[in-house]
């Protein structure tokens, strides 16, 4: 008997006494995240329907593998090969694991999956079922320790993923100055993201958090700042991202099947 | 406007004990504690229960109250409507009789955190800063210690072994206060939260953030950031190299 069925503790057989429906937050994230999870691998493994005039999907850029299509690459820059061990390689599988590990090890998703996958705890008060619990002190939950890293990687598919949405501005014939409801996807779509990766906790560590003195650093302090006042609606962004990412690549999906016309307002 | 409220108080001590119902009292206004003050005056004149300034700044009275860890003083009758109201002691410390419970955990945590360190030739009354290098160790100076953050947290609550080697986020905001002082010269803080105190076991559910009556931002602004400083000495090898090279910490 451990926890709070311990020996010392007052005598209460229930696993928690609250009252409100404590349940609903995390079966709605296990839900959410869930339905993303399996929308992503589908889309991962499908290796198609990911380019249709100069949009491309968000989950295959950058494309860099000889099984993308030549106008989806950046400048035709292939380095990776279409097949591994005779397995052949979705373009998405070469990068998703940068995304996925930035969010994996994100802050704000930790609480989130522990919560509501792990149910350590499922939520405050309400006592976890697991009999032993080390944290993050071992392998493999010691490497969300690498945050920052997948938090820099962000930051390089941010710049192309903006690359993306500025291309799209072009009309199904290549001239600049056009734009679609699929320009303003992407938009949307890459602009959530540099607000998710800005408020960040690893950045605003990076930007100032770190510093013991803010006087004597006063560009710095006013980063640290602004990147303050960004990271309390960090989970706004992270939830708003996510659904951006997942909305531009149904999109892109939709208009690369036929199934969807992309409107062009001018 | 007086009403009957139920309310379910839990009666024992380390041996057994149990829930038991009563019917009070309640005027327009009041809180939990009043309450239970009323009962122990009426009809349960040896309940035990632990209160000082009734203004939610001395952290006496901090208790569970349908579940959730609360200042009894801080917690309106009305909020519960026509709900019963069950009260019980803070269920992560042993319980000592009816609604008080032991935390002395807490004090022999706060003894094992090494105390603030000037620089040596520093005189007293000389220390000199600036508002921005010492806002954020000011926010965690608001803390009442009233332990509904250590109650609430996972790690202790449901795991006692981890007593031990988990410090708990009150003390972890305490570390962060010291580690962020410009006038702290202690070196090791971050690597002793990390290997001594358990900093790595906290997996971030917020729950401490979100049970403390000061609204302090526990885990964004102690527990991460520390996460983080640690991180830059432990685990970023880009960081470790950087601080050989140029014979620092990054905590300038």
């Not at chain 1, 499908?46 to 000889?66: M, Q, R, T, V, W």
Request: proline content about 5%; hydrophobic content about 40%; some cysteine.
């Amino acid at each position: 008997m451990s926890g709070v069925f311990s020996p010392t503790r007052a005598k209460i057989k229930e696993r928690t006494l609250r009252t409100d429906k404590w349940w609903i937050q995390p079966a709605i994230t296990f839900g959410v995240l869930l339905s993303f999870v399996i929308y992503a691998t589908f889309r991962a493994f499908e290796g198609a329907n990911y380019y249709k005039d100069h949009l491309i999907s968000p989950f295959y850029s950058p494309c860099l593998s000889e099984a993308c299509l030549p106008e989806a690459t950046i400048l035709g820059w292939t380095p990776v090969s279409a097949e591994i061990f005779n397995f052949a390689l979705s373009p998405a599988l070469i990068i998703l694991i940068f995304p996925l590990g930035f969010r994996m090890t994100c802050y704000y998703y930790r609480k989130s999956y522990y919560r509501s996958f792990w149910m350590s705890p499922p939520a405050c008060a309400v006592a976890e079922p697991h009999k032993k619990y080390t944290g993050e002190t071992r392998f493999p939950l010691i490497i969300q320790n690498s945050h920052r890293y997948f938090f820099y990687a962000g930051l390089v598919l941010n710049v192309i993923l903006t690359y993306d949405a500025v291309i799209s501005f072009k009309n199904p014939e290549g001239e600049w100055g056009h734009m679609s409801v699929g320009s303003l996807v992407l938009l949307v779509s890459s602009t959530l993201l540099w607000f998710y990766s800005a408020s960040c906790h690893s950045c605003r560590h990076t930007i100032g958090g770190r510093l013991k003195n803010f006087s004597r650093h006063p560009v710095r302090y006013k980063l640290w700042s602004w990147v303050s006042v960004l990271n309390h609606s960090h989970q706004q962004f992270a939830w708003y991202s996510l659904a951006g990412v997942a909305f531009a690549d149904i999109y892109v999906r939709q208009v690369a099947t036929g199934a969807w016309t992309n409107f062009y307002f001018f | 406007m007086a009403r009957k409220i139920n309310l379910r108080i839990w009666r024992g001590d380390a041996t057994d004990g149990g829930l038991q119902d009563v019917q009070v009292e309640a005027n327009e206004g009041e809180v939990v504690l009043d309450v239970i003050h009323r009962v122990q005056a009426t009809q349960m004149g040896d309940l035990a229960v632990r209160w000082n300034c009734k203004a939610g700044k001395c952290g006496s009275c901090s208790m569970e109250i349908n579940g959730k860890p609360r200042l009894a003083c801080m917690t309106q009758v009305a909020a519960y409507g026509d709900e019963t109201i069950t009260v019980t002691p803070l269920r992560a410390f042993p319980v000592i009789k009816d609604l008080v419970a032991d935390v002395s955990f807490n004090y022999k945590k706060a003894m094992e955190i090494p105390a603030f360190e000037p620089p040596k030739e520093l005189v007293p009354g000389e220390a000199r800063m600036q508002q921005i290098d010492v806002e954020r160790s000011q926010e965690f100076r608001k803390c009442i210690e009233c332990f509904l953050c250590q109650d609430v947290c996972h790690v202790v609550r449901d795991h006692e072994e981890n007593k031990k080697s988990f410090a708990g986020p009150r003390f972890f905001i305490r570390i962060a206060e010291l580690d962020m002082h410009p006038l702290d010269t202690l070196k090791n803080r971050k690597r002793t939260a990390q290997e001594e105190h358990g900093l790595g076991m906290c997996n971030i559910t917020k729950c401490c953030t979100e049970v403390c009556p000061e609204h302090i931002k526990i885990t964004d602004n102690a527990i991460i950031p520390m996460k983080e400083r640690v991180a830059d000495i432990k685990y970023d090898p880009v960081r470790w190299l950087g601080s050989k090279i140029r014979k620092r910490e990054g905590i300038v």
